[in-house]
């Protein structure tokens, strides 16, 4: 049977907001929708039991004012203990992160590694566009080595950040990195992520024309993804290749799905000790 058009919309999961807050071609909206479709298809008819947590940047803005939700804006890299804290009280509630990769991956990764170490039962998206977008096109933690940017007119001189790999040394229950052209896959990891005992991690190699793709010579959309498709190799590939083959390329698939107790398990079992 052919499924209504309005289904596909996901009009009761998130909100119409015209003009969009994104810039043309920006892969914050692929992002909103992957999540919305991974919600509908684990069986959720709202968001009610759910709260969004994100700071400062770009992809802060996709959980408001795009999601019929709760959402909490806080200051620049600050997401996560916010989540930390709301989980903590409210343990019932699916708690989710949105943030890019200055909000995440620089002033916030402390939060990021503790987050990962503990356990916490939330679910951290991070959109990587590899610059700051925002604010006028920095260098950030994962701008590729010799990529021009305002701060690095000659060309960045430090290695990017691999965030995943971070976030799996740091003891993450799941953790998987897609690009905004793999839309199926990523979708697939979101609800893998929703259904986790466990912290959970993505990050979201996502394009940004008019910032990041026009320092790189791929000012349109379609360009940048079709990057991402040629340069793309799938992890169990990647871990027969040596480092110099990966240079340039982006190593897609799930790092790590473990099982192992949660942070508030482990504080309830403490509790107990205590009180007994």
């Given at each position: 049977?052919?499924?209504?058009?309005?289904?596909?919309?996901?009009?009761?999961?998130?909100?119409?907001?015209?003009?969009?807050?994104?810039?043309?071609?920006?892969?914050?909206?692929?992002?909103?929708?992957?999540?919305?479709?991974?919600?509908?298809?684990?069986?959720?008819?709202?968001?009610?039991?759910?709260?969004?947590?994100?700071?400062?940047?770009?992809?802060?803005?996709?959980?408001?004012?795009?999601?019929?939700?709760?959402?909490?804006?806080?200051?620049?890299?600050?997401?996560?203990?916010?989540?930390?804290?709301?989980?903590?009280?409210?343990?019932?509630?699916?708690?989710?992160?949105?943030?890019?990769?200055?909000?995440?991956?620089?002033?916030?990764?402390?939060?990021?590694?503790?987050?990962?170490?503990?356990?916490?039962?939330?679910?951290?998206?991070?959109?990587?566009?590899?610059?700051?977008?925002?604010?006028?096109?920095?260098?950030?933690?994962?701008?590729?080595?010799?990529?021009?940017?305002?701060?690095?007119?000659?060309?960045?001189?430090?290695?990017?950040?691999?965030?995943?790999?971070?976030?799996?040394?740091a003891g993450a229950s799941y953790v998987a990195r897609w690009t905004t052209y793999h839309v199926v896959q990523?979708?697939?990891?979101?609800?893998?992520?929703?259904?986790?005992?466990?912290?959970?991690?993505?990050?979201?190699?996502?394009?940004?024309?008019?910032?990041?793709?026009?320092?790189?010579?791929?000012?349109?959309?379609?360009?940048?993804?079709?990057?991402?498709?040629?340069?793309?190799?799938?992890?169990?590939?990647?871990?027969?290749?040596?480092?110099?083959?990966?240079?340039?390329?982006?190593?897609?698939?799930?790092?790590?799905?473990?099982?192992?107790?949660?942070?508030?398990?482990?504080?309830?079992?403490?509790?107990?000790?205590?009180?007994?």
């Amino acid at each position: 049977m052919q499924r209504s058009e309005e289904h596909f919309a996901i009009k009761h999961l998130r909100q119409e907001v015209l003009p969009s807050t994104f810039c043309s071609g920006c892969g914050c909206g692929t992002v909103i929708n992957c999540f919305l479709k991974a919600v509908e298809e684990e069986g959720f008819k709202d968001l009610k039991n759910f709260v969004f947590c994100s700071g400062i940047g770009c992809s802060s803005w996709i959980p408001s004012p795009y999601m019929r939700a709760d959402s909490i804006h806080v200051t620049h890299g600050r997401s996560i203990p916010v989540a930390l804290g709301l989980k903590l009280v409210r343990p019932e509630l699916n708690v989710v992160v949105f943030g890019g990769d200055g909000d995440i991956a620089a002033i916030g990764l402390n939060h990021l590694l503790h987050a990962a170490r503990r356990n916490l039962e939330v679910v951290v998206i991070m959109v990587n566009n590899m610059i700051y977008g925002m604010t006028g096109g920095q260098a950030a933690p994962t701008t590729p080595l010799g990529v021009e940017t305002t701060t690095t007119p000659y060309g960045t001189f430090e290695y990017a950040l691999d965030v995943s790999n971070l976030t799996v040394s740091a003891g993450a229950s799941y953790v998987a990195r897609w690009t905004t052209y793999h839309v199926v896959q990523l979708k697939e990891a979101i609800k893998k992520a929703l259904r986790k005992k466990g912290f959970s991690f993505l990050e979201v190699v996502s394009q940004c024309p008019p910032i990041y793709g026009r320092r790189i010579g791929m000012e349109s959309a379609t360009q940048i993804l079709n990057w991402f498709r040629s340069s793309s190799i799938a992890l169990n590939r990647a871990r027969n290749m040596k480092a110099e083959e990966l240079t340039d390329k982006i190593v897609v698939g799930e790092l790590v799905d473990i099982d192992k107790p949660t942070l508030i398990e482990n504080m309830h079992k403490v509790q107990e000790k205590a009180t007994n």
